[in-house]
């Protein structure tokens, strides 16, 4: 008998709000060993961090300068950099099966990244997706960065968006090992505040049609 071709709507969203990073990395391991046992295709994790540094497996971008006093630094098994978050800023972490979304890698990536610039699309800010540096970039500006890790099909951590973060945990760290980037937030970008609870409903909301995009509800 044929699989069923997984919908949108088969894809759980989660909003767990303002939790250590921790905490998230549990629950990135609980649902993706969930879906290596074989159980549904993924979930979206939508959701803020406390002021925290992290590391990527790439140890030559891991350039952390100061870390201010009382903020961790935490090695993570993702692709790229170091690079900072803190209130403010929407993190997205899609655990998911690529095999079972018919997704490779890259597509993976592109269209998380297609999503992002779809949000910020809505609030009025065109944001190019970039594989090379990886990322969501504003005329140069750098407003969202993208790390995974990929095992067994399975992908863990995603993409972080500056949305009305200050940007100074920034300043601590040569940003994803680039030294002349500029990092930027929407709220910069646009003069205004932005409501994160309703950007991250959205958020989860466009992730899921991008993973599954003949399917969305």
């Given at each position: 008998?044929?699989?069923?071709?997984?919908?949108?709507?088969?894809?759980?969203?989660?909003?767990?709000?303002?939790?250590?990073?921790?905490?998230?990395?549990?629950?990135q391991?609980?649902?993706?060993?969930?879906?290596?046992?074989?159980?549904?295709?993924?979930?979206?994790?939508?959701?803020?961090h406390?002021?925290?540094?992290?590391?990527?497996?790439?140890?030559?971008?891991?350039?952390?300068?100061?870390?201010p006093?009382?903020?961790?630094?935490?090695?993570?098994?993702?692709?790229?950099?170091?690079?900072?978050?803190?209130?403010?800023?929407?993190?997205?972490?899609?655990?998911?099966?690529?095999?079972?979304?018919?997704?490779?890698?890259?597509?993976?990536?592109?269209?998380?990244?297609?999503?992002?610039?779809?949000?910020?699309?809505?609030?009025?800010?065109?944001?190019?997706?970039?594989?090379?540096p990886?990322?969501?970039?504003?005329d140069?500006?750098?407003?969202?960065?993208?790390?995974?890790?990929?095992?067994?099909?399975?992908?863990?951590?995603?993409?972080?968006?500056?949305?009305?973060?200050?940007?100074?945990?920034?300043?601590?760290?040569?940003?994803?090992?680039?030294?002349d980037?500029?990092?930027?937030?929407?709220?910069?970008?646009l003069?205004?505040?932005?409501?994160?609870?309703?950007?991250?409903?959205?958020?989860?909301?466009?992730?899921?049609?991008?993973?599954?995009?003949?399917?969305?509800?």
């Open positions: 008998m044929p699989h069923a071709v997984p919908a949108a709507r088969d894809i759980d969203l989660r909003f767990p709000g303002r939790i250590g990073f921790a905490e998230a990395v549990v629950l391991q609980r649902a993706a060993e969930a879906l290596k046992a074989g159980a549904g295709v993924g979930t979206v994790f939508v959701l803020e406390p002021p925290v540094i992290t590391l990527g497996a790439n140890k030559k971008l891991n350039q952390v300068l100061a870390a006093p009382g903020v961790p630094v935490i090695q993570t098994d993702r692709g790229g950099g170091a690079t900072a978050h803190e209130p403010g800023q929407l993190v997205v972490y899609p655990v998911v099966h690529l095999r079972r979304l018919g997704l490779g890698v890259k597509e993976f990536v592109l269209r998380i990244l297609g999503a992002g610039a779809m949000l910020l699309a809505e609030m009025g800010l065109a944001a190019e997706p970039r594989l090379d990886l990322g969501l970039w504003v140069g500006r750098k407003i969202a960065s993208m790390g995974i890790h990929v095992s067994r099909f399975v992908t863990t951590h995603g993409l972080a968006i500056n949305l009305v973060n200050d940007l100074g945990l920034f300043s601590a760290m040569v940003p994803c090992g680039l030294p980037v500029r990092m930027t937030s929407a709220a910069r970008e003069g205004r505040d932005v409501d994160t609870a309703a950007a991250a409903r959205r958020m989860a909301g466009l992730a899921a049609q991008a993973l599954c995009p003949d399917n969305a509800p």
